[in-house]
C-alpha cells in the first residue's frame, strides 16, 4: 500500500533553517510528483509548492520564492523541503503528499510541526 | 494567488444533506475541471473525498457529491452522518500550474 512516511517534530530558532523529509514507498516514486503543504495551527491549507520526482523541476509558492527548496534522492525514494529564514509564522504542520498531475492528493504524510520560537 | 472563498461553517442533523460551496475565478475554478475537496479530522491529514469536480475514490461514500458550474464549486453530502463532522477543503489547479485551497469549511452535525 501508498505510504508516505515523514520525519519527526522540529524546533528552531527564528532566523534559522529546516529540512523536513519525507519518503515513499508502494509505488514507483518517479511516476508522480510531490506536493508539500502547510497548515498553521487553527488555520487552513497553504500550498507550498510540487516538485516532479522523475526530472527535479519544480513550482514554488509565489510568497515562498528564494526561501523554500524541495527536492528529491530516487535512490531512496524520498523528498524533501527546505525552508530557510525562518520566522515565528512559518510555525506549521507541513505535509507532503502524492501529487496527480491535475492537482490533487490522494496519499498524505502524517504530517511533521515545525515550531519556530526564540 | 488567492485563496477559494468557502463559507466559514454549515450544520445540518443527522440524515439531511448539505452543500458547501468554493468560489474562485475563471483562471482556476472556471478554467479546469480540476477541483478537488478534502475532509479534514482534528489532528488528522486531509482525505480526498472528490477528485477533478466530481470523482469519488474508491472507499469513499456515495454520499459525498460534487458538482461546478462557472467559477462555483459545490460539495454535497447527503444523509448527513455523525462522522462527517470534521473540516472541509477545496482546491483547485490553477493558470500559474500551481495548487490553491479554500479558506475552510468546518462542518456541524447537530
Known amino acids: 500500500q501508498v505510504q508516505l512516511v515523514q520525519s519527526g517534530a522540529e524546533v528552531k530558532k527564528p532566523g534559522a533553517s529546516v529540512k523536513v523529509s519525507c ?15 502547510r497548515q498553521a495551527p487553527g488555520q487552513g491549507l497553504e500550498w507550498l509548492g510540487w516538485i516532479s520526482a522523475s526530472n527535479g523541476v519544480t513550482n514554488y509558492a509565489q510568497n515562498l520564492q528564494g526561501r523554500v527548496t524541495m527536492t528529491t534522492d530516487t ?3 524520498t523528498a524533501y523541503m527546505e525552508l530557510t529564514s525562518l ?18 492528493y490522494a496519499y498524505w504524510g502524517q504530517g ?7 | 494567488q488567492s485563496a477559494l472563498t468557502q463559507p466559514a461553517s454549515v450544520s ?14 475563471s483562471s482556476d475554478v472556471g478554467r479546469y475541471n480540476y477541483v478537488s475537496w478534502y475532509q ?15 470523482n469519488r475514490p474508491s472507499g469513499v461514500s456515495n454520499r459525498f457529491s460534487g458538482s461546478k458550474s462557472d467559477n462555483t464549486a459545490s460539495l454535497t453530502i447527503s444523509g448527513l452522518q455523525d462522522e462527517d463532522e470534521a473540516d472541509y477543503y ?11 485551497f479554500g479558506g475552510g469549511t468546518k462542518l456541524t452535525v447537530l
Open chain 2, 40 to 54: 479534514q479530522h482534528p489532528g488528522k491529514a486531509p482525505k480526498l473525498m472528490i477528485y477533478e469536480v466530481s
Open chain 2, 90 to 100: 477545496c482546491s483547485t489547479y490553477t493558470s500559474s500550474s500551481s495548487v490553491v
Open chain 1, 23 to 37: 519518503k515513499a514507498s508502494g509505488y514507483t516514486f518517479t511516476t508522480y510528483g510531490i506536493s508539500w503543504v
Open chain 2, 12 to 25: 445540518g442533523s443527522p440524515g439531511q444533506s448539505i452543500t458547501i460551496s468554493c468560489t474562485g475565478t
Open chain 1, 112 to 118: 511533521t510541526l515545525v515550531t519556530v520560537s526564540s
Open chain 1, 75 to 77: 535512490s531512496t525514494s
Open chain 1, 87 to 104: 520566522r515565528s509564522d512559518d510555525t506549521a504542520v507541513y505535509y507532503c503528499a502524492r501529487a496527480f498531475s491535475s492537482g490533487w
